[in-house]
């Protein structure tokens, strides 16, 4: 019980202190920050949001392929007010609500919940794996140690995610680790060359969101487009640590505390992490209206209430 109220009070305590960090060094940074050249542009603005909204319909359509593959159909309207309302839910403190509101919207139409959660584990598999190559990309300048292996990281990574996502090496991963969290197994029955295909829809949604967020940048700063590659990999390093940092509701704060550091290479740190928020904010506001769209507009009854 000990163990489980000091985790509680993790998942409060980490964005606070992340939340006080940033919003200190913004405070103490308030002139330089409000005598910096800012340039609001909106036509890259809305750019951004072109590029961006990729994400709201592509990661449920990958989500879909692969309920689909263990015999369940939901259609791919529905699976995007379903995975946009479920990701709502991962800013509620705990690791687990976005997935038992997924697991409760999908059941409506009839799928199982170890076929949700295995195929929204797949799904997050699928993206981090994806955002790894982007990581590599400027690993150097995350890791300075790293040095010149930085290059033979990049080439070995495809050897290595060839490697983990084939099947056999997944439905052995499965197999050992869902029922040490009691959780159901089911085996998965994607072919190599399906799998594969799917990675590299992830890896191209990666660059599709992370060129959003350069647009983004560049719609409040007069930023140097040739630095756009270090800009989506700065975020897909953000978003992996906010993934893995368990205590932060949907890795708010820290995210945010890490992208403003990265940032600070190309920006006065102030500002770096006044953009790295605003940048939330942004995301924020794009889930909002998708979920509204999604709701009102996309919404298929399920096959029960049209009785």
Not at 115 to 143: G, Q
Not at 211 to 226: E, I
Request: proline content about 6%; overall charge positive.
């Amino acid at each position: 019980m000990q163990v489980r109220r000091h985790l509680s009070w993790l998942k409060w305590l980490v964005p606070l202190l992340a939340g006080f960090f940033i919003g200190r060094v913004i405070y103490r940074q308030w002139q330089q920050v409000s005598q910096f050249d800012w340039r609001f542009d909106p036509f890259f603005l809305a750019l951004s949001f072109l590029a961006t909204s990729t994400w709201f319909f592509v990661r449920p359509f990958i989500w879909r392929t692969l309920v689909a593959h263990f015999d369940r159909a939901i259609p791919y309207r529905e699976c995007i007010r379903i995975w946009v309302l479920s990701e709502l839910s991962r800013y509620v403190p705990g690791t687990v609500w976005q997935y038992f509101s997924r697991i409760y919207l999908a059941g409506r139409w009839g799928v199982p919940a170890a076929v949700t959660l295995t195929s929204a584990l797949m799904e997050l598999l699928l993206m981090a794996l994806a955002a790894i190559p982007l990581v590599l990309w400027h690993l150097d300048e995350v890791i300075p140690i790293v040095g010149g292996a930085q290059r033979y990281l990049l080439f070995a990574f495809p050897v290595a995610a060839i490697f983990l996502l084939h099947p056999r090496v997944l439905n052995r991963a499965a197999r050992f680790l869902l029922p040490r969290l009691k959780l159901e197994y089911l085996p998965i029955h994607l072919r190599f060359r399906e799998i594969l295909g799917l990675w590299a829809a992830c890896l191209a949604l990666w660059i599709a969101f992370g060129t959003g967020f350069l647009l983004f940048v560049r719609s409040l700063a007069p930023l140097d487009l040739s630095r756009g590659m270090h800009l989506v990999s700065n975020y897909a390093v953000s978003w992996l640590i906010g993934v893995v940092t368990l205590f932060a509701p949907g890795g708010i704060g820290v995210r945010e505390g890490v992208l403003g550091l990265l940032l600070s290479k190309v920006l006065p740190l102030g500002t770096a992490l006044l953009v790295a928020v605003l940048s939330r904010l942004w995301l924020i506001s794009l889930e909002l209206f998708w979920a509204a769209v999604a709701q009102f507009v996309l919404h298929v009854p399920p096959p029960d209430d049209r009785r």
